[in-house]
């Protein structure tokens, strides 16, 4: 079956810029998630979403930061007025259920380059 | 604070020889332990949970709340397993993973 979306899977935007980096998870889980991945490091934590709550958003960097699942489907990860530390892969995770030791499915990134 | 540690950044082993991926965390209360493993071209994927307790693809992880080690097992290296490998953490009561920094496994022919 289809597995967890992300659009576009590259993006390069100048410094400054507001970028929107979608997400479509699995159809029907409750539990979704943003990490930041830049290179050379492993993925780490941005927010959380369980239906359209955001439950936790204590990973993201700045308020240049915003995310947002209104109909407790699709999100969206949206950064404001770039900046060259942006760059880096940005996942998105979904998983069915709630609660400590759910298997997280992770989508292919979305590669943004700030110049 | 929730850390994982994985120290060695790149593995390399013979086909056949066996292989140890480290993985050492840091976390107060009890944690659920995970390795996902990236495939050349592929997504990040589960490999295995250390609560389901079962083998995949030959590998095996234990739990050492002792030493604080997830380390990550497989006694006989195959060319396919090369992949880049991360330990991961979830906290009491939390969903989002912590994860290591990863280690590229490179299985020689």
């Known amino acids: 079956g289809a597995g967890v979306s992300q659009s576009p899977r590259y993006k390069v935007a100048k410094r400054g810029q507001d970028v929107a980096l979608r997400c479509d998870p699995i159809s029907g889980h409750v539990s979704l998630f943003w990490y930041q991945q830049a290179l050379g490091q492993g993925p780490e934590f941005l927010t959380y979403f369980q239906n359209e709550a955001q439950l936790d958003k204590s990973g993201l960097p700045s308020d240049r930061f915003f995310a947002e699942r209104p109909e407790g489907s699709v999100s969206t990860l949206k950064i404001q007025r770039t900046q060259q530390e942006d760059s880096a892969v940005y996942l998105c995770a979904s998983s069915n259920t709630w609660g400590q030791g759910n298997e997280q499915y992770v989508g292919p990134g979305t590669r943004l380059t700030v110049t | 604070a929730q850390r994982v540690t994985q120290p060695e950044k790149l593995l390399s082993v013979f086909k056949g020889a066996p292989v140890e991926l480290k993985c050492n965390y840091s976390?107060?209360?009890?944690?659920?332990l995970f390795w996902y493993v990236q495939y050349s071209r592929q997504r990040l994927q589960l490999l295995l949970r250390h609560i389901s307790r079962e083998s995949i693809k030959g590998f095996t992880a234990d739990l050492n709340k002792g030493e604080t080690s997830f380390h990550l097992k497989k006694p006989f290296a195959q060319e396919e397993d090369s992949a880049m490998y991360y330990c991961a953490l979830s906290g009491m009561g939390a969903q989002k993973l912590v994860f290591g920094q990863g280690t590229r496994l490179t299985i020689n022919p």
């Open positions: 976390y107060s209360g009890s944690p659920e």
